[in-house]
Antibody, heavy 129, light 107 residues
Framework: QVTLKESGPVLVKPTETLTLTCTVS??????????VSWIRQPPGKALEWLAH???????SYSTSLKSRLTISKDTSKSQVVLTMTNMDPVDTATYYC?????????????????????WGQGTTVTVSS | EIVLTQSPGTLSLSPGERATLSCRAS???????LAWYQQKPGQAPRLLIY???SRATGIPDRFSGSGSGTDFTLTISRLEPEDFAVYYC????????FGQGTKLEIK
C-alpha cells in the first residue's frame, strides 16, 4: 500500500523558516518513474503547486516562490524535505505532498506524466506571531 | 509560467445531468502534461484523469477527459450525488501549475 505522510510544525512565526517532511512508504524514491511534489492550499482557496523532485534528483520550483524554496530527498529514509524561508501570514495553508509518476518516451523525446496519484492527508501550518 | 483558467467558476446542476468543465492554458501544452483532480471538503485531492484523457485507477467511466493544445475538458456524463465537489486541472510544464478550480454544486 502506497502512503505519504507530511510532518512539521503547526505554528511558525513570521520571518522563520518552515521545514516539512514527507515520509513515503510502499514505493522507493530511487525508482526511475517516481517523484514527489509539494502542494499547498490556503483556507478556502485553490491548490498551489510548490515544488517537485524526481528519482534522478531533478528539481523544479514554483516560479513565484523559487527564491524561498528548497526541496531535497533522502532515499534511505524514504523522505522528501521542503524548506520555505521567510514565512509570512499569507503562507498559512494546508501543505500536501503527493507522489508523481512519469515515463520517458524515447520516440517522443519527452516525458509522459501519470499525475499525482497518491496524496498525503496534509498538514496545516499557521504563520503568526 | 503557464496559466490555467478554468470555467465556469461555479456550475449548478442536478444529479443525473451532464457536467462539462473547461480548462484553458495560456500557451499550448502537450496532452501528456494535463491532469484533472477532484477535491471534497476536508479531503486531499484525488486524481481523476492524466494525459488529458486517461482515467486513473478506480475512477468510474462516467468521468472522461478530452482536448489538446490550449483547450481541455472534463466531462461527467451523468452526475451522481458524490460528484459534487471542486475540480482542478493541472499541467506539468517546466513549472507545473493548477487552475483556480470549478465548484460543482447541487442545483
Amino acid at each position: 500500500q502506497v502512503t505519504l505522510k507530511e510532518s512539521g510544525p503547526v505554528l511558525v512565526k513570521p520571518t522563520e523558516t518552515l521545514t516539512l517532511t514527507c515520509t513515503v512508504s510502499g514505493f522507493s524514491l530511487s525508482n526511475a518513474r517516481m517523484g514527489v511534489s509539494w502542494i499547498r492550499q490556503p483556507p478556502g482557496k485553490a491548490l498551489e503547486w510548490l515544488a517537485h523532485i524526481f528519482s534522478n534528483d531533478e528539481k523544479s520550483y514554483s516560479t513565484s516562490l523559487k527564491s524561498r524554496l528548497t526541496i531535497s530527498k533522502d532515499t534511505s529514509k524514504s523522505q522528501v524535505v521542503l524548506t520555505m524561508t521567510n514565512m509570512d501570514p499569507v503562507d498559512t495553508a494546508t501543505y500536501y505532498c503527493a507522489r508523481n509518476q512519469r515515463e520517458w518516451l524515447l520516440l517522443r523525446g519527452s516525458y509522459y506524466y501519470y499525475g499525482m496519484d497518491v496524496w498525503g492527508q496534509g498538514t496545516t501550518v499557521t504563520v503568526s506571531s | 509560467e503557464i496559466v490555467l483558467t478554468q470555467s465556469p467558476g461555479t456550475l449548478s446542476l442536478s444529479p443525473g445531468e451532464r457536467a462539462t468543465l473547461s480548462c484553458r492554458a495560456s500557451q499550448s501544452i502537450s496532452s501528456s502534461y494535463l491532469a484533472w483532480y477532484q477535491q471534497k471538503p476536508g479531503q486531499a485531492p484525488r486524481l481523476l484523469i492524466y494525459g488529458a484523457s486517461s482515467r486513473a485507477t478506480g475512477i468510474p467511466d462516467r468521468f472522461s477527459g478530452s482536448g489538446s493544445g490550449t483547450d481541455f475538458t472534463l466531462t461527467i456524463s451523468r452526475l451522481e450525488p458524490e460528484d459534487f465537489a471542486v475540480y482542478y486541472c493541472q499541467q506539468y510544464g517546466s513549472s507545473p501549475t493548477f487552475g483556480q478550480g470549478t465548484k460543482l454544486e447541487i442545483k
